[in-house]
Structure formats: C-alpha cells, structure tokens
C-alpha cells in the first residue's frame, strides 16, 4: 500500500530519515523546505509553518500531486536558548509559533481529508525535554510538553475515525540542532545518557514508521521515548 505521507522539516535531519524510511517502504513522500528544495526522490513544497496561508498553500499542492495526506509527520522545529530571566517575549513566541502553533496549523488542514477518508495516522515530534524540562530552554520544552496535550486532544477526538495520534519524543540526535551544542555540554549530556551516545535520526525514523504502520493502529495518544534512557521515569 502506498500512501500519501507528509514530513514538514524533512529536507535535512531527523525530519529527511524520517521521509527516507517512508519513501523506502514505497509511500509518496512530500516533505516542506523553507527554500533548499527536497532532497533527490522526495515531493517538495516550499512552507514556512508559522505562515497559516504557507500551510493550506502546501496542503493544496501536495493533495494536488499525490492525494489528500494519510500520514503526517509534523516535525520542523527551532531552539532559541537563554536562561528565563533573558528571555524576550518575542523568543519565546517565535518558539512557539514555529514548533506549537506550527504543527496544530499542519495537523488541522491535513486532518480533513484524513476525516474524509477515515484514515490517519499523526505523528508528532517532540523532544525529552519537554517532560524533563531544560535550563535555558523554557520556550523550547514548553512548545515540546504542549504537543503532548496536543496529540492527546486530537486523539481523543479523532479516534473513532481510524485516525492515530502519536508523539515521539527523542533524546539527543546527532543532527545541525545539537552540532550547536558546545562540547561541555555534550560531554556533560552524555554523562546522563544511559545509552552514552547520542542517536541517529534514522533510529527516530524507524519508530515514527512504526507508529504509522498497520501494526500500530491500536496505539494513540501515546508519547514513544527514544532517547537512550535519558528520560526514564517520565
Ligand atoms: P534541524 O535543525 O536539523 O532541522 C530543523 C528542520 O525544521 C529543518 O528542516 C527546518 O527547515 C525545519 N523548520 C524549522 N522552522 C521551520 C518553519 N518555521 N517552517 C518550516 N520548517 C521549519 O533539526 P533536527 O532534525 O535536529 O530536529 C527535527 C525535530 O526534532 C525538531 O522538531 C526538533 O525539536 C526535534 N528534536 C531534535 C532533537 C535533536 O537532538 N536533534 C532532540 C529532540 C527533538 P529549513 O531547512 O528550511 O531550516
């Protein structure tokens, strides 16, 4: 079966393992760049998320070219750290709005042809930290504990409509995001792994494909750790 799959952020990072490990089980993959272009093999709209008529725009195009979305991975995501007390407004509302509002603006248009079809299945990307909270990144854990609420509402609703909603939430990722982190931070981050590495994205690709296949059509709701033992307990 090859179904309509849209990863938003899938042109680099976690987000392109993810459409990869999509395209390769051969689903039409379409994934969102902000200007790069899409990777060799996979469908490509430009979208930035924050922008509601980006989103119905991208939506269009992609329903247009390989039919209404059935899985959507709402992955694209931003840090923009400092500590609380040097947090402007405008950091954290631009946080938010590109990892929080991003992803309800991406989920509520996709979820109508999911609604029409009775099928679907949500994916959405969160992180550790938005269970076990951060120093320096109160805007960050704070968009990532609110797509739990969010997949849980959607779930809620949706659910007799054979359509899923999941959350993953991965620890450390070997990706541009934490190419950013110094190595103190990597170091001291590591110490708390219980895995002592950081994962790959293909290893969050493997567990988002799980939760969107047949085998998982019973699980909603649900926040999947992949994060090495990082957040165990929450
Ligand atoms: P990267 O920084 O490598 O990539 C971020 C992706 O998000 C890019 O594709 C980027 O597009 C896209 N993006 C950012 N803002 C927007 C926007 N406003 N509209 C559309 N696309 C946008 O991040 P990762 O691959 O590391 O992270 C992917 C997701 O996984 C994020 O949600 C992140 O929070 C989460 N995560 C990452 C972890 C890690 O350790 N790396 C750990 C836990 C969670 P563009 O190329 O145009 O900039």
């Known amino acids: 079966m090859s179904r309509s799959v849209l990863v938003t952020g899938g042109n680099r990072g976690i987000g392109l393992a993810i459409a990869q490990a999509f395209a390769a089980q051969g689903d039409k993959v379409a994934v969102t760049h902000r200007g790069s272009g899409a990777p060799e093999g996979l ?3 430009k979208c930035d998320v924050t922008n509601g008529d980006e989103v119905a725009a991208a939506l269009a195009e992609i329903e247009a070219h390989q039919g209404p979305v059935e899985v959507l991975v709402a992955n694209a995501g931003i840090t923009d750290d400092t500590l609380l007390l040097r947090m402007s407004d405008d950091q954290f509302e631009r946080v938010l709005d590109a990892n929080l509002t991003g992803a309800f603006r991406v989920v509520q248009r996709a979820s109508k042809g999911m609604l029409r079809k009775r099928y679907g299945r ?5 992180s550790v930290v938005g ?7 109160v805007n960050y854990a704070a968009s990532k504990a609110g797509l739990v609420g969010m997949a849980r509402s959607i779930a809620r609703e949706l659910g007799s409509r054979n359509i899923t909603a999941n959350v993953v939430a991965p620890g450390f990722v070997t990706t541009d995001m934490t190419d950013k982190l110094t190595d103190d931070r990597k170091k001291q981050i590591l110490g708390q792994v219980p895995a002592g590495r950081f994962a790959t994205p293909e290893e969050i690709a493997a567990t988002v494909a799980f939760l969107a296949s047949d085998a998982a059509g019973y699980i909603t709701g649900a926040v999947i750790p992949v994060d090495g033992g990082l957040g165990m307990g929450h």
């Open 43 to 45: 469908f490509g709209v």
């Open 122 to 126: 949500i994916v959405l990307i969160s």
């Open 131 to 137: 269970l076990l909270g951060s120093a320096g990144q």
